[in-house]
Structure formats: C-alpha cells, structure tokens
C-alpha cells in the first residue's frame, strides 16, 4: 500500500474535531478520489497525509515520498511569485533546497570566481539528482500552456497569467514530476473543458499513485479507480467511480437505515425483558439474579450504542422562488471587448437556461461583468427585461471579508437572527455560525454566497462556475433546484455534466467570435479541442458581426 491511514484523528488547537476515526488505504498504482460534503475534513486529511499537520491519534504511513498539490498554493509574495516558483512546487524534496540555493546563487552572483565556482557546484549537485530531468518537464508543461519554453515563461509572473494557465501549469508539473506518489486537492478547480480531457486521460494512463480531491462527476467516473467516502459520522470505500457511486451509496444507506432499527427493536425488547423481570424479582432469590442479568445485558447493549447512522439525504435544502422576467430577459447589442470579444448580439428570453462555454481566457467572464454593470459598457447596448431582478454568484465568492462572524454577515439580510440561524442550518452551516468567512472551506462560502443569492429573490441568474467548489451532493441539490426554478440562467461553466440542465449553449473561441451550437453534446465537443475556431464548425450559429 503507498498510503495507508490507520484510526487518524485530529484536533485543532482550540480542540474542535476535525477527523474522527478514519481509516482507509490507498493501493499503489491505483488513482483514489477522497469525496465527503464540503467541511467534513478533506483538506485536513490531505494535510495530515502530506506531514503538515501532526495527527492527534493514529497512524498514518506512506512507503514513498508524497508530494501534495494544494488547492491554493501560497507564495511568500504572490504579486512577484513567477511561472518557475509554481513549477519548483513539484520537485522532489531532495531538489528543493538545491533549485532554492542556484536561485539565490544567480541572484547575488558578483561576477567574482567564487561565485562561479559555488553556481557550477551547485549545479552538478542539480545534475546528479535529476534536476535537468525535472527542468525538461517543465519545458514540456510550459510550451503546452503558454507556448513558450521554460527559459521564457519561468520569468513571467503568475499574476499576468489566468487561474486556468496558473492551475495547468501546477497541475501538469505534479502529472510529469518524479515523485511516484501524489496528493491533488482539487485540481480541476479553474480548468476548462480542454484541461479537463487532459486530466482525466493523464490520471488513466499515469503509474503514479494517486489520491484526489474533486467534485467533478466527469473526472470521478472516467478517471479513478475507486471511492474513499468521508462522512460527517463515519468513513468507507466505493470500490468503483461515481458511475456506480450513487447507487453503492443507496443500497448502503438503506442498510445503515435497517441495521439501526433494527438495533432500536432489540434494545426496546431487552428493556422489556429487564422490567418485567424486575417486576418478578421480589418473588424469589432466582428471579432477583434473573432480573440483575437482564438489567446488566440491557444496559451493556445500551451503552455499547447504535451501529452508524445513514448519513442525511440533504445537507443543504435551498428555497429559492423564482418569476418571471418579461419575454425577453436580456438584449445585448454590437457587445465588444477591444483585443478579446469582437462585436456580437444576443437576446436571451425568458426562462431560457444559457451556458457559457469555451477556453478560459476569451472573454466569458467579462462578458457577465458587463451585463452585471450595463452603465460601464464599452461598446454596445443592453436591455433587461422590465421586471427583471438580476442575482449573481461569483466563482471568486464576492463576499466582502470584514473579519466579521458568518452569523452577523448573513443576519443583516434577514428580520431576525433567528430566520438567518435558520437559513445557515438550510444550508448545513448550523455549526460555522461563529466562524469567520476566512475559516470555512471553499465549498461552505460556496454556500453561503448560494444562501445570500437565494436571499436576493432573483429572476434572472448569472452563475459563474457554481459548481466549482460544492460537494457532490450540493451540486445534485442546486442542480435539481435550477432545473425547477422559473427562472432566466445564464452560467458560465467547465462542468460537462452541469450543463445537462441547460436548453442554450453560446461558445467563445480564441479569435473573439461567439457563436450558438445547437446541440449540448456538439458544443462540448467543440469546446473541448485546444484552439478551436467557430469559423471551422459549419453548424455553428455565429452571432458575431463580420
């Protein structure tokens, strides 16, 4: 086994529990997704297998170095940090401290003979333990993102580039590394469909082992071998990918379901037994020790407790109401960005579900800005329906952080503190009341800005990416919910299975055009090819003015 967790357990330094009693195995050359609701531990788990927390209780082992790509990776000065300071994230630790030092080398290199000799010293060390091997890699990643050799992209700095190029560029030098064991925490977050398909083809065809995060159906059923399922109550492993997931998870929860009433009939027959024995005890010394026997059995039944609880069917239970918008919800004329989206028009009608698609970096997420904020268009023109309320979730979470606890964020939008503890426990925030938005995971403030749209009593909805940090089931609630909603949505999204839900399909390519396609199956066919132009695709309505 390359990793293999035994009775983990882990307390914060205020002691708030955050594994409890997991345990589960990862085989070598097997890819393994770890999966729970948001805010069940998933990262803290990562972090414990990787050493960067220490466990409370347990044992974890690991018979190959571990590298561990996080889901954000930290720089000491991410405004300076440059495309090579993401690309040494990924080399074996042996190499780190020696790419740290020819860094620091080249940079208070005098000109002097003791600074050449210390840099060709340092580089043979480089040489001897692999390091051009890994550079050569680098290269490789570098030329497939930015089409640049690493010798130019490694001085760009990684503010310049999008968080698409930024996670490819990470991820694809943890995919080609060295190290024979990896940890990925969410590495499709910020990916387009291209990035997607690469992954998803990497993960089949490495030899690494390999344990991930994710919340993508498409990655969990065409790139992993198995299931370690984290719970709120309890942990256990799917054999198979989520294509047989939901259905394992069914058949188990009614077993759960059944084993506990069946436990509760038992326990409820030996009380029984014991009081009507205790009833009889003055009768004689034989039915006294009887009834003390039956007393002892029932209480040690008792105590031992329940078998595990089926986990809730929900863990969030949005209501949101929806209306009607007009017969056109929006209308946008001659829409342009200079050097990024040429002219087009587009009339989006009532409860139409549109989704965004295309590369990251042409132009949707501008797109959506400009209709969130018509007065500061460019070029163009904009029309909302007459009685249009317009909602917007933001892949970025646009909360403003103000150090505040999330129960004095969410209450100012409701009469009382009491509906707004309500709507949290709706969205399975009951126990993060008193958390600050800095201390929830990226799917709980997914949740809370889900919470927050709701509130806003929206009729047309612009989503970017909402998928990207919920839990699986969140995704299947909000899913549920906007396909029932009455509604006008538009979303930008790289979620091939999300847009099953969507009627319309706009694609952006390279060049600045923007077409319709027709047919959601074509259109994420189309999206899925690296530079694609809509010019080549003959059942492409173009909406783009030549």
């Known amino acids: 086994m390359a990793i293999e967790v035994n009775s983990a357990v882990f307390h914060y330094p205020d002691g708030t529990l955050a594994v409890d009693d997991v345990s589960f195995k990862v085989p070598t050359g ?244 014991y009081k009507l024995m205790k009833n009889r005890a003055g009768a004689s010394e034989a039915l006294s020790s009887r009834a003390d026997a039956a007393q002892s059995r029932w209480e040690r039944y008792k105590n031992a407790g329940p078998p595990q609880l089926p986990p809730p069917e929900r863990e969030i239970v949005p209501k949101f109401v929806g209306s009607r918008s007009g017969n056109e919800a929006i209308r946008l004329t001659g829409f342009e960005v200079d050097g990024l989206v040429l002219p087009f028009s587009l009339k989006i009608y009532n409860g139409d579900r549109v989704a965004l698609l295309g590369e990251n970096g042409v132009g949707k997420s501008t797109f959506i800005r400009s209709i969130l904020n018509p007065d500061h268009l460019e070029d163009g023109t904009l029309r909302f329906g007459p009685t249009a309320r317009v909602g917007f979730f933001s892949q970025d979470v646009n909360i403003p952080d103000t150090g505040e606890e999330l129960l004095d964020i969410v209450k100012r939008r409701f009469p009382n503190p009491e509906q707004a503890r309500n709507a949290l426990g709706r969205y399975g925030l009951a126990d993060r009341t008193r958390h600050k938005l800095g201390e929830l995971s990226g799917g709980q403030k997914a949740r809370v800005q889900m919470l927050l749209l709701e509130r806003d009593d929206p009729n047309v909805m612009l989503l970017d990416e909402p998928t990207d940090n919920l839990d699986l089931e969140s995704v299947q609630v909000i899913e549920e919910v906007l396909a029932d909603l009455e509604s006008t949505q538009v979303a930008i999204t790289h979620d091939g299975w999300f847009t099953r839900i969507f009627n319309r399909f706009i694609v952006f390519d390279k060049d600045g055009l923007v077409g319709e396609v027709p047919e959601r199956l074509r259109a994420l066919h189309i999206v899925a090819g690296r530079g694609f132009s809509l010019l080549d695709e003959p059942d492409v309505k173009l909406l783009t003015t030549l």
């Open 30 to 273: 097997s890819v393994t997704a770890l999966i729970g609701p948001n805010g069940v531990g998933k990262t803290t788990m990562l972090e414990l297998i990787a050493g960067d927390l220490n466990l409370s209780e347990g044992v974890i082992r690991s018979d190959t170095e571990v590298a561990y790509m996080r889901q954000n990776p930290g720089f000491d000065d991410p405004d300076t940090a440059t495309v090579l300071d993401a690309l040494a994230l990924s080399l074996p630790a042996q190499l780190k401290p020696i790419h740290v030092r020819i860094q620091n080398l080249y940079t208070d290199n005098d000109g002097s003979a003791e600074s050449g000799i210390a840099i060709a010293e340092a580089l043979e060390i480089w040489q001897s333990l692999g390091g051009y091997d890994e550079e050569a890699m680098w290269d490789q990643t570098t030329r497939a993102v930015l089409n640049q050799g690493v010798a130019q992209a490694g001085e760009r700095y990684l503010i310049e580039l999008s968080g698409g190029e930024r996670k490819s560029i990470i991820l694809r030098s943890f995919m080609f590394s060295s190290v024979p064991t990896l940890i990925l925490d969410e590495p499709d977050n910020f990916l387009d469909l291209f990035s997607k398909a690469w992954l998803e083809q990497a993960l089949r065809e490495s030899a690494k082992t390999i344990l991930v995060v994710s919340h993508d159906r498409t990655l969990l059923t065409k790139g992993v071998d198995r299931m370690v399922v984290l719970e709120h109550n309890g942990s256990w492993v799917h054999g198979g990918n989520y294509g047989s997931f939901r259905e394992v998870r069914r058949k188990r929860n009614e077993k759960l379901a059944k084993d506990l009433d069946a436990w509760g009939a038992e326990e409820r027959r030996l009380y029984r037994y």
